[in-house]
């Protein structure tokens, strides 16, 4: 009896010491990781990279406390092609996801996939229905919060949140829910610069500023979201023709946008959790606003100028680290090249089929060439309104457009605009341009070209906005 009670305080008070262990910090334990993803936020609007208007403070200070990469470029210029490229470290051939109407790949490594094998806790918290539970992303995560509750004002099928509101989701499950004996992943999607331009405050704190008159274009409304030429009919502000106006209220989305992280950022500082917690700031791709000579005016998902790939990069290192400091951060950089490096920062081992660089191991070649494909692979894309696949080169840019054929070549060393078009006398091997181009598309493009939309395909372009 004596000895059967002595063996039961044993194992209670083992018990005991190894759950105080388990709960108590430990020196070894990994960094948690917020990554947040911006929908529809381009990098020449923000303060870091020199962008007049006074649109991100927060961002601005994480930029400071860590690095950010001036030349990185999104594999695709459409929401959810541009996530599951993100996360898998895959192009959208490889992820089966190269436009926003295919699921998430339940099967292929990913960000999610090394973190829980690593012991994080993963949660994710999103603002659009395009990367909500259809997308099938809430089976990578452990805890998922996709619960939209506002709609798009030109689109009733089209469901949100404000940034504020996924924000304090985040915060409360980083609270109450997260486990106290492991890292997190939180993974925060923000809709707010997607159009149309109605941030939830201060709306028009742009209109009528000292920058307000630099834009003088005028372009007219349309019935429809994709006639070039003019303002989709989804963007459209009360009639407005007027392009400044627009772009003052995308601003002002962006700084709405900043606000939240602003709260997020001084909450997890004031839970102790800054240090411990690398943070990662990017966005899916861009938009374009009124950019002279080309075709689309506040609009993104098929357009691969520089208005829609390029998109911000900042990483603020945990534990006061710079590993980043040693990379060279003016070389062109893929949305690939993320989950690897992100993955190398906390210690954790990188999935072997990640396609992607790691920054820190890498040689970083200013020729590389960095892909970005417009979203592709229904007939509504490709067939109706056509898609533009490009390559970027050192300062060249060269794009195929899938519709009639059309090649496009710019140099953004002497035209940052990608206004003069360089394709009758190239400067440079325009067939290894193209080469790249169509073997990151690969063969599943030519099976999908032609394929005829099933019903169920049909509905889901429909709800997404896609097709009337
Ligand atoms: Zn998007």
Redesign the pocket.
């Known amino acids: 009896m004596k000895i059967a009670l002595r063996v039961a305080l044993g194992v209670l008070v083992l018990g005991v010491l190894v759950a105080g262990l388990a709960v108590a910090p430990s020196a070894q334990q990994k960094p948690n990781l917020i990554l947040i993803t911006v929908?529809?936020l381009r990098a020449d609007h923000l303060g870091f990279a020199g962008y007049p208007r006074d649109t991100s403070p927060n961002l601005d200070a994480l930029a400071r406390a860590g690095t950010w990469f001036p030349s990185y470029f999104s594999m695709s210029a459409t929401?959810g092609a541009?996530h599951a490229s993100l996360f898998t470290s895959l192009p959208p051939k490889d992820t089966g996801v190269t436009a926003n109407s295919q699921p998430f790949p339940p099967d292929k490594a990913s960000i999610m996939s090394a973190l829980r094998a690593a012991g994080y806790a993963r949660a994710g918290f999103v603002s659009s229905v395009v990367v909500g539970r259809k997308s099938k992303l809430q089976d990578h995560f452990d805890h998922f919060d996709d619960e939209l509750t506002t709609v798009e004002q030109n689109r009733q099928s089209r469901y949100e949140r404000p940034a504020d509101q996924t924000v304090a989701a985040a915060l409360k499950w980083i609270a109450t829910d997260a486990p106290k004996d492991r890292p997190f992943f939180v993974w925060i999607h923000l809709i707010d610069p997607?159009g149309p331009y109605e941030a939830p405050q201060d709306p028009d704190r742009y209109v009528g500023d000292a920058y307000y008159d630099r834009i003088t274009a005028e372009i007219p409304l349309s019935e429809t979201d994709w006639e070039p030429g003019t303002i989709p009919r989804y963007q459209a502000l009360g009639g407005r023709t007027d392009a400044r106006y627009y772009v003052a209220r995308y601003d002002a989305e962006i700084r709405y946008m900043d606000a939240a992280l602003g709260t997020l950022f001084a909450a997890l500082e004031q839970k102790g959790l800054a240090s411990d917690t690398l943070i990662a700031v990017t966005a899916?791709?861009g938009e374009t606003l009124a950019e002279p000579g080309h075709k689309h005016f506040f609009s993104h998902g098929v357009i691969t100028y520089d208005e829609t790939v390029r998109i911000p990069l900042v990483i603020r290192e945990p534990r006061g680290e710079r590993r980043l400091g040693t990379v060279d951060r003016t070389r062109p950089l893929s949305s690939l090249d993320l989950a690897p490096t992100l993955l190398e920062l906390l210690g954790v081992p990188i999935p072997d089929g990640f396609r992607g660089r790691n920054l820190l191991r890498a040689p970083l070649d200013p020729e590389a060439p960095i892909v970005s494909l417009g979203g592709y692979g229904t007939k509504n894309l490709e067939q109706q309104i056509g898609t533009q696949f490009s390559v970027r080169r050192g300062p060249l840019r060269y794009i195929l457009n899938s519709k009639d054929g059309a090649q496009e070549l710019y140099d953004s060393a002497s035209d940052p605009g990608e206004t003069r078009n360089l394709i009758a006398a190239p400067p440079a091997d325009v067939a290894a341009l193209r080469e790249q181009v169509e073997t990151t598309l690969g063969a599943s493009r030519l099976a999908t070209a032609g394929q005829q939309l099933s019903d169920e395909q049909k509905a889901a372009l429909k709800a997404l906005g896609y097709v009337e």
Do not use: G, L, M, Y
């Open positions: 929908d529809t929401t541009a997607h899916d791709h």
